[in-house]
């Protein structure tokens, strides 16, 4: 599987901004998707992340009820609308793939990563 995140930029605090992740090779529906962050200097953090069905979806406490996470299987894309972002959101965001039902809420389970996608809130 490949993947390619894009989608991200230079926003104002406040602004949103919608994350895509493609997918390649193989159809995505087998697969839990997860977003993560990493800021300068610190450690990948779990975001958000979706089972293979959309039916089931996890996030962070500290984007909870500002971030949405979804996907579209026929598509074979994965999607994170952020909204109310704000400096702390400033990082490069990686979409991450596992074939397995339960989603990870860690990075080291995921076999599969896009190459990141730089998103950077000014207050």
């Known amino acids: 599987v490949q993947l390619q995140a894009s989608g991200g930029g230079s926003v104002q605090a406040g602004g949103s901004l919608r994350l895509s992740c493609a997918a390649s090779g193989r159809t995505l529906s087998s697969y839990a998707m997860g977003w993560f962050r990493q800021a300068p200097g610190k450690e990948r953090d779990f975001v958000a992340g979706?089972?293979?069905?959309?039916?089931?979806?996890y996030y962070a406490d500290s984007v909870k009820g500002r971030f949405t996470i979804s996907r579209d299987n026929a598509k074979n894309m994965v999607y994170l609308q952020m909204n109310s972002l704000n400096s702390e959101d400033t990082a490069v965001y990686y979409c991450?793939?596992?074939?397995?039902?339960?989603?990870?809420?860690?990075?080291?389970?995921?076999?599969?990563w896009g190459q990141g996608t730089q998103v950077t809130v000014s207050s």
């Open positions: 991450a793939a596992r074939r397995t039902r339960v989603v990870p809420t860690s990075p080291g389970p995921y076999d599969y």
């Open positions: 979706i089972n293979w069905s959309g039916g089931s979806t």
